[in-house]
């Protein structure tokens, strides 16, 4: 298979051309983000199952005719593990391409475990052994060695191959649009748009905190978020997060107690210790009713407990008739969160719902059930 280096804006016109007449191209990104909130671009790898494009995004200044091939909807972008890329593209543009293909989300509905890496996918597919050695590379250094195109190269080379197999796998298991939803959501802008509002969620050590405190992190994590799209920096850069949680637990009243805090320093808080103090006393005045929480579980009762076992035996069942590790269909935390009555929950998405998740709640209600005969588990709906 031919490689192309792609590093001209006349290069990338003529083999956008070759590409934009293919039915599907395998893509793969390179980017750099460890002092920046954006990622940074630092390569594209594409593939039509003949011909090999690694396009160098540093070198080229009009990427426009790749981005009208790669948004073009008739056109399958087959990737694995997409979500990283998307992000990188919803940066560029404010939006993603549509008709996407993730391998890595098609092998778990394939039976290859849940979240597989792709060398390993290869490996199991194609029995190839990948070179793992330019994975720490620096994408951003120029120019790139001939070992480090190779690899890239090969992130590609072998997704095409991967594509057509899992297709025709998918066509015999009659599950060839079982899919759909969760390529649907790899699409979505929403997906990867920042939201300051919500981010105190992802905070390490949230658990800690309740009430007032954890409205003083909210605002706080929300500020952070904010200053990290501004300055383009990672948001751990701008506040650590074990300084949001102490400031959260512990709250200045003053500048002077806000500089004994490790981690803001003097021209830091020159800039934003007055938004910061404002913030905690508003997180501070917040009255119960209207403080921000945290799921509670609750412990299922007996009764439960047994209906969860119950509800376990049923995702066996179908991961056994699937060929599909029962990790890979629904935990037992979701089974818990199932019966205490939530919907918004992956086992009732996507092929999931289809596979398991619809007849777990047909059994819920009553519409099916589970019998023991001859000797083996039977469930009925």
Request: net charge neutral.
């Amino acid at each position: 298979m031919q490689v192309h280096f792609i590093d001209t804006n006349e290069k990338l016109i003529a083999i956008c051309q070759h590409f934009a007449q293919s039915d599907f191209l395998a893509l793969d990104t390179e980017f750099v983000r460890q002092t920046t909130y954006y990622p940074i671009l630092a390569l594209l790898q594409l593939c039509d199952g003949q011909q090999i494009a690694i396009i160098d995004p540093l070198a080229i200044k009009d990427l426009s005719p790749l981005m009208t091939v790669l948004y073009n909807k008739d056109i399958t972008k087959v990737l694995h593990s997409a979500r990283q890329d998307m992000e990188i593209f919803y940066y560029l543009n404010q939006s993603v391409p549509e008709s996407l293909f993730d391998t890595q989300v098609c092998a778990a509905l394939l039976g290859f475990g849940e979240q597989i890496g792709y060398a390993p996918l290869v490996k199991q597919l194609l029995n190839v052994d990948l070179d793992k050695s330019q994975t720490r590379t620096d994408w951003l250094k120029r120019p790139l060695s001939q070992r480090q195109i190779d690899y890239a190269a090969d992130d590609v080379r072998y997704l095409a191959k991967i594509y057509p197999l899992q297709q025709k796998n998918l066509q015999d298991l009659g599950r060839s649009n079982w899919l759909e939803k969760d390529f649907q959501f790899l699409s979505d802008t929403t997906t990867y748009t920042p939201s300051p509002d919500t981010i105190w969620r992802k905070v390490k050590g949230v658990n800690k905190l309740k009430k007032q405190k954890l409205a003083i992190l909210k605002k706080l994590a929300a500020f952070r978020e904010e200053l990290a799209l501004q300055q383009n920096r990672p948001r751990r850069r701008v506040i650590a997060d074990d300084v949001l949680i102490d400031l959260s637990i512990n709250p200045a009243a003053n500048l002077s107690e806000l500089q004994e805090h490790q981690g803001l320093s003097y021209k830091f808080l020159e800039y934003n210790g007055a938004a910061i103090l404002s913030l905690i006393q508003q997180g501070l005045d917040t009255a119960d009713k209207n403080c921000p929480t945290l799921p509670v579980y609750k412990k299922l009762s007996q009764n439960e407990q047994a209906l969860a076992d119950c509800l376990m035996a049923i995702v066996h069942l179908s991961a056994n008739n699937n060929r599909i590790s029962p990790q890979c269909l629904c935990s037992r935390k979701e089974l818990d969160a199932l019966i205490k009555g939530q919907r918004e929950l992956s086992v009732l998405s996507g092929w999931r719902n289809e596979l398991i998740g619809k007849h777990l709640l047909k059994f819920l209600t009553g519409e099916a059930q589970l019998s023991y005969t001859s000797g083996q588990l039977v469930f009925k709906e």
